[in-house]
């Protein structure tokens, strides 16, 4: 479904990403956790060339793209394989709940105005604003806007959504909505890439969790590899300074 081969990203001569090798199964959910710093979104924001890799390959379904030599045209290819959730939302401002989620529909997808409208209400009913719909972002609460971003990713359809740290900008008292919404998605078998700092969240939803640090991937497992028993010191120095839980949630099957 994804593989990342040899990626690497530099900022001001920085190396952020250090040669990533990653493949992600069809259907599958893979957590990436790390401490600030640490290269999660760069990654992220590669996959689907929101960020340009120095070098690597990139592939999505069946869309491989060298990041050398990336054209527009195949950039928008993978772009229209896979849909962002960012962590402050970026609604516009003068549009409606459903006139934010259409637009992508009749923009990018050339989709009629009654059938996008159509599509994004069963969206919006799926991550229940089905009331809001006449509202604007600004008379909506953080948890509602971050709503309508995941509506607006599900409504194109996409093979694969990409969370940057969903609740990070909401208040505590929102979370769980909007962890409630990611993780009923999850449950619907869509591919989903998720850097989050929800430790729980990882540990119930993910069928694989990444840990990264200084620009590698230090760890990969099951939840109950990656939360019970690291192999790294540096994956334990990680979870033993950002949370005191101790209590594990049995991690849904794996994907074969």
């Known amino acids: 479904m994804i593989s990342l081969k040899g990626i690497k990203k530099t900022f001001n001569k920085q190396p952020v990403l250090k040669g990533i090798n990653l493949k992600i199964n069809r259907g599958e959910v893979v957590t990436i956790l790390g401490p600030s710093g640490s290269g999660k979104t760069t990654l992220l924001r590669c996959l689907n060339f929101l960020e340009t890799p120095d070098t690597g390959i990139v592939q999505v379904g069946n869309i491989q793209v060298h990041s050398e030599k990336a054209t527009k045209k195949e950039i928008l290819s993978i772009r229209k394989q896979s849909a962002m959730v960012f962590q402050h939302y970026n609604l516009f401002a003068h549009k409606t ?3 934010n989620v259409m637009e992508g529909l009749i923009t990018a ?5 009654k059938e996008a409208r159509n599509q994004s209400e069963q969206v919006l009913a799926k991550v229940g604003l089905s009331e809001k719909l006449h509202h604007y972002p600004s008379q909506l609460s953080g948890g509602q806007q971050q709503r309508v971003g995941i509506a ?5 359809n996409p093979e694969v959504i990409l969370f940057d740290e969903p609740t990070s900008a909401l208040d505590p008292e929102l979370v769980g909505d909007v962890l409630s919404v ?3 998605i999850a449950q619907e078998g869509i591919t989903m890439v998720v850097v989050t700092h929800e430790m729980t969240f990882a540990r119930e939803v993910s069928d694989r969790v990444l840990f990264m640090d200084e ?13 019970n028993a690291p192999r790294e010191e540096r994956t334990r120095r990680f979870l033993q300074r950002i949370s005191s839980e101790t209590f594990f949630t049995q991690p849904k099957k794996q994907v074969n």
């Open 182 to 184: 990611i993780k009923a």
């Open 97 to 99: 709940v459903v006139e």
């Open 215 to 227: 620009g590698v991937i230090v760890e990969e497992g099951t939840p109950l590899e990656i939360f």
């Open 152 to 156: 607006r990713a599900l409504a194109l």
């Open 109 to 113: 997808k050339k989709m009629k105005k």
